[in-house]
């Protein structure tokens, strides 16, 4: 996949960054099948429909936290972390996004806004998040 850069570390994924220009043919969903956030990216011409549909709920079970981020504005440098390491930098730009399933540190680079998206619901600010 073109311009879809995943940061492996010792066979895990710690995070999927996808870049402003990246277009697929229809749909692509650049997430492995166990990621707890399904990353759906959609390209569609006019006219094009998807049936109506809602999804069934999951029932008792314990997924990893993940995050996700999409830069609208400006410029971040994430740091990602393997097992409490640094392991890499990215610069996300606008229209950059990415999907974090790792430990992480942002820096903002410029005046930045950006779209955060992570699973529910809010335990409160004590329970989470684990700062290193």
């Known amino acids: 996949m073109n311009n879809i850069e995943k ?18 043919d229809k749909l692509s969903f650049p ?16 006219n094009d429909t998807v ?14 936290a993940q995050e996700f981020f999409y ?15 640094k392991h890499s930098t990215v610069v996300l730009a ?7 399933n790792c430990v992480h540190a942002m820096k903002f680079a410029e005046n930045s806004r ?3 998206i992570k699973q529910g619901p809010y335990r409160g600010k004590e329970n989470e998040k684990e700062f290193m």
Do not use: W
Request: no cysteine; hydrophobic share 45%; proline share 5%.
């Open 7 to 24: 940061i492996i570390y010792d066979g895990n994924v710690l995070a999927i960054v996808v870049r402003h220009d990246f277009v697929p």
């Open 31 to 46: 997430t492995p099948e166990n990621f707890a956030l399904q990353l759906g990216i959609h390209h569609r011409q006019k």
């Open 51 to 64: 049936e109506a549909h809602g999804h069934v709920p999951f029932e008792n079970v314990t997924i990893p």
């Open 71 to 85: 830069v609208v504005s400006g410029k971040v440098d994430v740091d990602i972390y393997h097992q409490r390491k």
């Open 94 to 100: 606008a229209g950059d996004m990415i999907l974090l």
């Open 114 to 116: 950006i779209v955060e």
